[in-house]
């Protein structure tokens, strides 16, 4: 049973703490095809998953973003990268700088809100030395690390609702 989209947006929030219980590969996968159904710039689909769960390799990626225990505590990181390239075919500087990182950043929002509704925690974790990360999954050079989420079983207490701006303070109708 999944929770209402609407429910994980308003109800997530980063977890840190996970235990040791590892992912089911058929809920794994269904987080990770949600990632894949992200929105796209010409639908070039820039991103590519990297999925660790090897504890030698998750210590290099917390030694890469700033021993951020989380990294190690997770049963299942990812690591997103983009293809700049891919994008840059299509629409020049413009879609290697911009578009391709927006796409990969709608990729991780989904893999966020598919692994909530499946009862899985997460966290983005975005402060990392980018060409640390990629030496660490072995990545193509081609290839930027945008993103890791942690994924697995939070084992900390549930947080409450972090207050947001009021929708009026952030919005503008032009009519």
């Known amino acids: 049973m999944t929770k209402d989209v609407f429910d994980c947006i308003r109800e997530?929030?980063?977890v840190r703490s996970?235990?040791?219980e590892q992912i089911p590969e058929p809920t794994l996968t269904r987080i990770l095809e949600a990632g894949n159904m992200a929105p796209s710039a010409g639908n070039?689909?820039?991103w590519y998953f990297f999925v660790v769960q090897n504890t030698a390799v998750k210590d290099k990626l917390a030694a890469a973003a700033f021993e951020q225990e989380q990294i190690n505590d997770a049963p299942t990181v990812i690591v997103i990268l983009a293809d700049p390239v891919r994008s840059n075919e299509k629409y020049g500087e413009r879609g290697a700088q911009l578009y391709c990182l927006q796409d990969t950043a709608a990729a991780a929002q989904n893999i966020l809100l598919a692994a909530d509704g499946l009862g899985?925690?997460?966290c983005w974790v975005g402060a990392f030395d980018e060409r640390k990360v990629q030496e660490a999954v072995e990545?193509?050079?081609r290839l930027r690390a945008i993103a890791m989420i942690c994924l697995g079983y939070g084992?900390?207490?549930s947080k409450q609702y972090k207050e947001r701006l009021r929708l009026n303070d952030v919005t503008k109708f032009i009519h």
């Open 18 to 20: 996970f235990n040791d």
């Open 155 to 157: 084992s900390e207490q």
């Open 120 to 122: 899985i925690a997460g």
């Open 139 to 141: 990545a193509p050079p």
């Open 12 to 14: 997530s929030h980063s």
């Open 44 to 46: 070039l689909q820039p």
